[in-house]
C-alpha cells in the first residue's frame, strides 16, 4: 500500500517549478491558474528570489500548484491514502477529489492572503526543536507561552511564537533537544495568532461544493481517516488556527499497512521524517522530473497503476 503525501510550507526554494514545467502541457496549466487566482505563478516558480516566495501569500498557492502538477505527471495512478502537511492538506483533497484544481487553487489563495493580514499583526515565527522527549518538550514550550504547532513525530516538534518568546525559547532549550533551528516562515502559523484567518476561510469554504474523498483522506487534526467531503473542508479551515499532527498521520500510515510513501514536488521535507518513524517503509521524493520513473515504478509495486 502506498501514501501519497504533500509537503507545507517552507519546502519552497528558487526556481523549483522550472525544470516542471518543461513537461508537455505543463506551462499552459500553471498560466491558466495564474489567471484564475491573480498570481503570477510562473514568475515565482522560476524566477522568484528567496525573500519573493517566503511570502506567504506566495508561497502557498506556488506549493499547492507544484504539487498538483507533479502528481498528475504520474499518470493514472491509485495511492491507498492521501495527506499533506498544513498547507498540502489542501494538495491532499485535490489528489482525493474533494476539490477541483481551480477551486483548490482558489482556496489556498485566499488561505494565503488571510493568514499573511494575520502574521502581520504581531511578530511571530516559529523554530524547530530537533530530539528530546516529545511531552518534555512541549510542556516546556507552553511554560515559555509557545505553542507546540506541528508536532512531526521523528523527534520533531515546532514551536511558534512571538520573536520575544522564540529568543527565550534559544537560550532555554527543553531537556534533550539537541537545536533550535528558527524556520524561514513569516508568522506563528496554527496557532491563535491565526485566528483572524479562521473567519476569512470559513466564508471563502462555504462557496465550496466539495465531494467525499475518492481516497482515503488522512488528517492533521488527529490522523483521522475522513470520508466527507464536507467534514474535509470543515477541518482545512480549522486547521489554520490549530497544532498540526503529522506524528498521528503517520502513526495512521502504520495502521493502514503503508509500505511506501510517495512526496510529491518540492518533496523531501516528509521523506526525511518518514525515514525515521516508519522504518522499512520504502520513500520517494519528487524533486525533479528526473524522479518520475522511479516513482512510478513504486507506485506500479505497491499501489497499482
Known amino acids: 500500500m502506498l501514501v501519497l503525501v504533500a509537503p507545507g ?7 523549483f517549478l522550472t525544470p516542471w514545467l518543461e513537461l508537455p502541457g505543463a506551462a499552459d496549466r500553471v498560466a491558466a491558474w495564474s489567471d484564475a487566482i491573480g498570481l503570477d505563478l510562473l514568475h515565482y516558480g522560476t524566477q522568484a528570489d528567496a525573500d519573493a516566495i517566503r511570502d506567504t501569500a506566495v508561497a502557498q498557492p506556488l506549493l499547492v500548484a507544484a504539487g498538483i502538477l507533479s502528481a498528475a505527471a504520474l499518470g493514472d495512478i491509485n495511492p491507498g491514502a492521501v495527506a499533506g502537511h498544513s498547507v498540502g492538506e489542501i494538495t491532499a483533497a485535490a489528489f482525493a477529489g474533494v476539490l477541483d484544481d481551480t477551486a483548490a487553487l482558489g482556496l489556498v489563495r485566499k488561505r494565503g492572503l488571510a493568514m499573511a493580514d494575520a502574521a502581520a499583526v504581531t511578530e511571530t515565527g516559529m523554530a524547530a526543536l530537533l530530539g528530546g522527549d516529545p511531552e518534555t518538550s512541549v510542556a516546556h514550550l507552553e511554560k515559555l507561552g509557545l505553542t507546540p504547532a506541528n508536532i512531526n513525530g521523528a523527534g520533531q516538534i515546532v514551536a511558534a511564537g512571538t520573536l520575544e518568546q522564540l529568543a527565550a525559547l534559544a537560550e532555554d532549550k527543553p531537556e534533550g533537544v539537541r537545536k533550535v533551528i528558527p524556520l524561514k516562515v513569516a508568522g506563528a502559523f496554527h496557532t491563535r495568532h491565526m485566528a483572524p484567518a479562521v473567519e476569512t476561510l470559513a466564508t471563502a469554504a462555504a462557496a465550496l461544493s466539495p465531494a467525499d474523498p475518492k481516497i482515503p483522506y488522512v488528517s492533521n487534526k488527529d490522523g483521522e481517516t475522513v470520508s466527507s467531503g464536507a467534514e474535509v473542508l ?43 518513524a516508519l522504518p522499512g517503509v520504502a520513500t520517494l521524493a519528487l524533486k525533479t522530473p ?5 516513482a512510478r515504478a513504486l507506485l506500479a509495486e505497491h499501489a497499482g497503476a
Open 9 to 15: 510550507q517552507g519546502a519552497q526554494t528558487p526556481g
Open 234 to 276: 470543515e477541518r482545512l479551515v480549522g486547521q489554520v488556527a490549530n497544532p498540526v499532527r503529522w506524528d498521528l498521520c503517520m502513526e495512521t500510515f502504520k495502521e493502514l499497512g503503508v509500505t511506501a510513501l510517495v512526496e510529491v514536488c518540492p518533496g523531501g521535507t516528509l521523506t526525511g521524517l518518514a525515514k525515521r
Open 290 to 294: 528526473d524522479d518520475l520513473d522511479a
